[in-house]
């Protein structure tokens, strides 16, 4: 495949791409609520000015927590400045990234992750604290060799296998069991053949540049099976929408190499689970508002930024940690960052600052949100609430520096945490969402209809017995 385009000037130089590129089908890509990614594909020969400047119907009643059947009707408008050649396509394809509109106004569909990222960005720049942010997710993922699933009303289980697993130590292979994996917590960079997963990765970096992504670097993480990809920092958008793109590659790239690949927080009882630490800053006339003389080399505003993002993490949690899954990873032992307060190259802190060479570098690391979020939404509830902290001067008080799982109880108990449930989260936002509600990049319309959405799937796991319960319970 050769170098994708990755926009296109205008509905003339589109054409002219897809023409140039002998692609026959056009993808008008979009985002749901909860992350998922659709797709409508149309046949080149129906794309033309036309549809590029109208865009296309279709229905948004089959969209979980969007449209009733009696209002379904919804439009795709591409956006020009986003797109990219499909590389798992077997008919030359073209991926175009779409906002999702609403035809009766044609105005941006207030439910849309995507109008809603673009929405935060347009009000940071009406509030005139910063003209530009750069966001920089590291995504981390599992991959498997076999994964079984029953859900039936009589067997509730899951089965997951990866030949780096320590519960295959003892397994009979017809070539032989070579021996060499990663212990327990023993998987952090090790060299081959201890990880399996290195040409697999170089390929998924191979593909993302293909695509257009600006790509870093690639390893193998603590747990067995667990892996990770860098790619470069962006504006929030951009960078909502390379995730998008990120997920896509990972989990064809794997699916191709008859692997499987899963971005579930915590696949796995007992070792590590898969966050996505985000890496944000603010800049204004080009120079970084994060670099200052105060703690670790910080601004006012940077310490305010982080106050912001600790008042509302609760709140914002239903965003960047959006599963019942999610707050099994969010426990202490596993380094997942639960405790909200900040510190200097410390781990264990939720907000952390890195070593930076340089004021350009000055940034904050965001711990507790993970790979199952919706980039759109939990990047823009993350610069909301980091605004707010700057608008309303929220201090963050003073940073911890100690190693935060080793504090006594007494200690702990004193320092506010994450939340311990979707439900706990879903709880927070419908209290304290003000702070996104601002510019009305978020409206109250769109946060009842994701708490609805979301408590669905919690109500569906409180519901359903768990096989430990049977452990725990059934001789009761």
Same mark, same amino acid.
């Given at each position: 495949?050769?170098?994708?385009?990755?926009?296109?000037?205008?509905?003339?130089?589109?054409?002219?791409?897809?023409?140039?590129? #002998?692609?026959?089908?056009?993808?008008?890509?979009?985002?749901?609520?909860?992350?998922?990614?659709?797709?409508?594909?149309?046949?080149?020969?129906?794309?033309?000015?036309?549809?590029?400047?109208?865009?296309?119907?279709?229905?948004?009643?089959?969209? @979980?927590?969007?449209?009733?059947?009696?209002?379904? /009707?919804?439009?795709?408008?591409?956006?020009?400045?986003?797109?990219?050649?499909?590389?798992?396509?077997?008919?030359?394809?073209?991926?175009?990234? *779409?906002?999702?509109?609403?035809?009766?106004?044609?105005?941006?569909?207030?439910?849309?992750?995507?109008?809603?990222?673009?929405?935060?960005?347009?009000?940071?720049?009406?509030?005139?604290?910063?003209? @530009?942010?750069?966001?920089?997710?590291?995504?981390?993922?599992?991959?498997?060799?076999?994964?079984?699933?029953?859900?039936?009303?009589?067997?509730?289980?899951?089965?997951? #296998?990866?030949?780096?697993?320590?519960?295959?130590? +003892?397994?009979?292979?017809?070539?032989? &069991?070579?021996?060499?994996?990663?212990?327990?917590?023993?998987?952090?960079?090790?060299?081959?053949?201890?990880?399996?997963?290195?040409? !697999?990765?170089?390929?998924?970096?191979?593909? $993302?540049?293909?695509?257009?992504?600006?790509?870093?670097?690639?390893?193998?993480?603590?747990?067995?099976?667990?892996?990770?990809?860098?790619?470069?920092?962006?504006? %929030?958008?951009? *960078?909502? /929408?390379?995730?998008?793109?990120?997920?896509?590659?990972?989990?064809?790239?794997?699916?191709?190499?008859?692997?499987?690949?899963?971005? $579930?927080?915590?696949?796995?009882?007992? /070792?590590?689970?898969?966050?996505?630490?985000?890496?944000?800053?603010?800049?204004?006339?080009?120079?970084?508002?994060?670099?200052?003389?105060?703690?670790?080399?910080?601004?006012?505003?940077?310490?305010?930024?982080?106050?912001?993002?600790?008042?509302?993490?609760?709140?914002? &949690?239903?965003?960047?940690?959006?599963?019942?899954? =999610?707050?099994?990873? !969010?426990?202490?032992?596993?380094?997942?960052?639960?405790?909200?307060?900040? @510190?200097?190259?410390?781990? =264990?802190?939720?907000?952390?600052?890195?070593?930076?060479?340089?004021?350009?570098?000055?940034?904050?690391?965001?711990?507790?949100?993970?790979?199952?979020?919706?980039?759109?939404?939990?990047?823009?509830?993350?610069?909301?609430?980091?605004?707010? +902290?700057?608008? &309303?001067?929220?201090?963050? +008080?003073?940073?911890?520096?100690?190693?935060?799982?080793?504090?006594?109880?007494?200690?702990?108990?004193?320092?506010?945490?994450? *939340?311990? @449930? %979707?439900?706990?989260?879903?709880?927070?936002?419908?209290?304290?969402?003000?702070?996104?509600?601002?510019?009305?990049?978020? &409206?109250?319309?769109?946060?009842?209809?994701?708490?609805?959405?979301?408590?669905?799937?919690?109500?569906?796991?409180?519901?359903?017995?768990?096989?430990?319960?049977? /452990?725990?319970?059934?001789?009761?």
């Amino acid at each position: 495949m050769q170098k994708s385009p990755t926009k296109a000037k205008n509905a003339a130089d589109l054409l002219k791409i897809l023409k140039d590129n #002998d692609v026959e089908y056009v993808d008008f890509w979009f985002t749901d609520s909860t992350g998922k990614r659709h797709h409508i594909s149309q046949h080149v020969s129906t794309v033309d000015k036309d549809m590029i400047a109208n865009g296309i119907y279709f229905d948004g009643s089959s969209i @979980s927590g969007w449209k009733e059947i009696n209002e379904s /009707d919804m439009t795709l408008m591409p956006d020009l400045d986003r797109i990219t050649l499909d590389p798992f396509a077997a008919q030359p394809t073209l991926k175009l990234f *779409c906002d999702v509109i609403e035809p009766r106004d044609d105005k941006s569909y207030n439910r849309d992750p995507r109008s809603i990222a673009k929405r935060a960005e347009a009000y940071m720049k009406k509030t005139k604290i910063a003209d @530009s942010c750069s966001f920089g997710p590291e995504a981390e993922f599992f991959i498997f060799d076999d994964v079984r699933i029953a859900t039936d009303p009589h067997q509730v289980a899951f089965q997951v #296998d990866s030949p780096e697993g320590t519960y295959n130590s +003892g397994r009979e292979y017809m070539d032989g &069991n070579m021996g060499h994996r990663p212990g327990h917590k023993g998987g952090y960079l090790p060299d081959a053949p201890i990880d399996t997963g290195s040409d !697999l990765r170089a390929e998924m970096l191979t593909v $993302m540049a293909e695509c257009g992504l600006e790509v870093e670097k690639h390893h193998h993480e603590v747990a067995p099976a667990q892996h990770e990809l860098g790619i470069k920092h962006n504006s %929030l958008v951009a *960078c909502a /929408d390379n995730i998008q793109l990120y997920k896509y590659i990972v989990l064809n790239v794997a699916h191709a190499y008859g692997k499987t690949a899963t971005f $579930m927080p915590k696949p796995m009882f007992g /070792d590590n689970g898969s966050g996505m630490h985000v890496h944000q800053s603010l800049w204004k006339d080009g120079k970084p508002l994060f670099a200052g003389k105060g703690y670790a080399g910080l601004s006012e505003k940077c310490l305010y930024y982080i106050g912001g993002l600790i008042k509302h993490a609760r709140a914002i &949690n239903a965003f960047t940690n959006p599963t019942t899954n =999610s707050y099994k990873r !969010l426990v202490p032992g596993y380094e997942a960052p639960v405790l909200l307060a900040y @510190s200097g190259r410390n781990r =264990s802190a939720s907000c952390r600052i890195p070593m930076a060479k340089s004021d350009a570098a000055r940034r904050v690391e965001v711990r507790f949100p993970d790979p199952t979020a919706n980039p759109y939404l939990a990047f823009s509830a993350m610069l909301m609430a980091g605004l707010d +902290g700057i608008k &309303n001067k929220i201090h963050p +008080g003073d940073p911890m520096d100690e190693n935060l799982y080793e504090l006594p109880k007494s200690k702990l108990l004193k320092i506010p945490h994450v *939340c311990r @449930s %979707l439900r706990e989260a879903l709880e927070a936002l419908a209290k304290d969402h003000a702070f996104l509600l601002e510019g009305d990049v978020f &409206n109250k319309d769109m946060i009842e209809a994701y708490i609805d959405l979301k408590m669905a799937e919690v109500e569906r796991f409180e519901m359903t017995p768990h096989p430990v319960e049977y /452990d725990m319970y059934y001789s009761a």
